[in-house]
Protein backbone atom coordinates (compact mmCIF):
# COMPACT_ATOMS: atom_id res chain seq x y z
CA UNK A 1 0.00 0.00 0.00
CA UNK A 2 1.22 3.23 -0.79
CA UNK A 3 0.20 7.08 -0.96
CA UNK A 4 2.22 9.72 -2.38
CA UNK A 5 1.22 12.72 -2.39
CA UNK A 6 2.42 15.88 -3.96
CA UNK A 7 1.51 19.61 -5.01
CA UNK A 8 2.64 21.97 -1.98
CA UNK A 9 3.79 24.93 -2.50
CA UNK A 10 4.72 28.95 -1.68
CA UNK A 11 1.10 30.68 -2.13
CA UNK A 12 0.62 34.25 -1.08
CA UNK A 13 -2.64 34.54 1.33
CA UNK A 14 -5.97 34.68 -0.95
CA UNK A 15 -4.37 32.34 -3.68
CA UNK A 16 -5.02 28.78 -3.91
CA UNK A 17 -3.10 25.46 -4.38
CA UNK A 18 -4.34 21.42 -5.39
CA UNK A 19 -2.42 19.15 -3.70
CA UNK A 20 -2.92 15.17 -4.96
CA UNK A 21 -1.98 12.17 -3.17
CA UNK A 22 -1.88 8.92 -5.57
CA UNK A 23 -3.22 5.71 -3.55
CA UNK A 24 -2.12 2.41 -4.86
CA UNK A 25 -2.34 -1.49 -2.98
CA UNK A 26 -5.56 -2.02 -2.17
CA UNK A 27 -9.03 -0.46 -1.91
CA UNK A 28 -10.00 1.95 0.74
CA UNK A 29 -13.23 2.88 2.82
CA UNK A 30 -12.04 6.04 3.69
CA UNK A 31 -10.19 8.87 2.85
CA UNK A 32 -8.72 12.41 4.17
CA UNK A 33 -6.19 14.91 4.62
CA UNK A 34 -4.27 16.42 7.60
CA UNK A 35 -2.05 18.67 8.32
CA UNK A 36 0.78 19.78 11.20
CA UNK A 37 1.99 22.95 11.58
CA UNK A 38 5.72 23.54 13.05
CA UNK A 39 5.05 23.21 16.97
CA UNK A 40 1.81 21.33 16.57
CA UNK A 41 -0.25 18.54 16.94
CA UNK A 42 -1.21 17.04 14.09
CA UNK A 43 -5.23 18.33 13.14
CA UNK A 44 -7.78 17.18 10.89
CA UNK A 45 -8.61 19.08 7.55
CA UNK A 46 -11.21 16.73 5.69
CA UNK A 47 -12.01 13.40 4.96
CA UNK A 48 -14.54 11.72 2.93
CA UNK A 49 -15.87 8.22 1.90
CA UNK A 50 -13.97 6.18 -0.76
CA UNK A 51 -16.82 5.79 -2.95
CA UNK A 52 -18.35 9.17 -2.47
CA UNK A 53 -20.82 11.44 -0.63
CA UNK A 54 -20.56 13.99 2.02
CA UNK A 55 -17.50 15.00 2.57
CA UNK A 56 -16.81 16.22 6.34
CA UNK A 57 -14.89 19.33 6.87
CA UNK A 58 -12.65 20.84 9.98
CA UNK A 59 -14.19 24.28 11.06
CA UNK A 60 -11.37 26.15 10.16
CA UNK A 61 -11.46 25.05 6.24
CA UNK A 62 -14.81 24.51 5.73
CA UNK A 63 -16.26 26.37 2.67
CA UNK A 64 -12.42 26.94 1.04
CA UNK A 65 -11.28 24.10 0.47
CA UNK A 66 -12.72 20.62 -1.40
CA UNK A 67 -11.33 17.32 -0.98
CA UNK A 68 -12.47 14.91 -3.92
CA UNK A 69 -10.88 11.90 -5.83
CA UNK A 70 -10.46 10.92 -9.20
CA UNK A 71 -12.17 7.41 -9.77
CA UNK A 72 -9.73 6.90 -12.75
CA UNK A 73 -6.51 6.87 -11.39
CA UNK A 74 -7.16 6.59 -7.51
CA UNK A 75 -5.96 10.07 -7.05
CA UNK A 76 -6.84 11.90 -3.95
CA UNK A 77 -6.97 15.48 -4.11
CA UNK A 78 -7.37 19.00 -1.72
CA UNK A 79 -8.37 21.81 -3.40
CA UNK A 80 -6.99 24.67 -0.92
CA UNK A 81 -8.90 27.68 -1.86
CA UNK A 82 -8.36 31.33 -0.06
CA UNK A 83 -5.57 30.62 1.55
CA UNK A 84 -4.54 32.25 4.83
CA UNK A 85 -1.07 32.19 7.03
CA UNK A 86 -2.73 29.95 9.44
CA UNK A 87 -2.89 27.21 6.41
CA UNK A 88 0.66 26.92 6.37
CA UNK A 89 1.75 23.42 7.50
CA UNK A 90 2.48 20.02 6.61
CA UNK A 91 0.07 18.38 4.83
CA UNK A 92 -0.82 14.72 4.43
CA UNK A 93 -3.15 12.02 2.94
CA UNK A 94 -4.68 9.50 4.55
CA UNK A 95 -6.53 6.22 4.06
CA UNK A 96 -8.60 3.41 5.87
CA UNK A 97 -9.77 -0.07 5.02
CA UNK A 98 -13.27 1.15 6.95
CA UNK A 99 -15.87 3.02 5.53
CA UNK A 100 -16.97 5.10 9.01
CA UNK A 101 -19.16 7.30 9.39
CA UNK A 102 -19.09 8.81 12.92
CA UNK A 103 -17.32 12.30 12.82
CA UNK A 104 -15.93 12.03 15.84
CA UNK A 105 -13.99 9.36 14.81
CA UNK A 106 -13.27 10.07 11.36
CA UNK A 107 -11.58 13.32 12.29
CA UNK A 108 -9.15 11.18 14.51
CA UNK A 109 -5.10 10.40 12.77
CA UNK A 110 -5.34 7.28 14.74
CA UNK A 111 -8.20 6.33 12.22
CA UNK A 112 -6.08 5.79 9.61
CA UNK A 113 -3.70 3.09 8.90
CA UNK A 114 -2.41 4.18 5.41
CA UNK A 115 -0.27 7.95 5.41
CA UNK A 116 1.39 9.18 2.38
CA UNK A 117 4.84 11.45 3.43
CA UNK A 118 3.47 15.08 3.80
CA UNK A 119 3.82 18.07 1.36
CA UNK A 120 4.71 21.71 2.82
CA UNK A 121 2.00 24.43 2.11
CA UNK A 122 3.37 27.74 2.72
CA UNK A 123 1.29 30.71 2.64
CA UNK A 124 2.49 34.03 2.89
CA UNK A 125 0.77 37.15 4.34
Known amino acids: VQLQASGGGLVQAGGSLRLSCVASGRTFGRYGWFRQAPGKEREFVASNIWRGGSAYYSDSVKGRFIIFRSNADNTLYLQMNSLKPEDTAVYFC?????????????????????WGQGTQVTVSS
Open 94 to 114: AATGGAYTRTDYISLSSSYEY
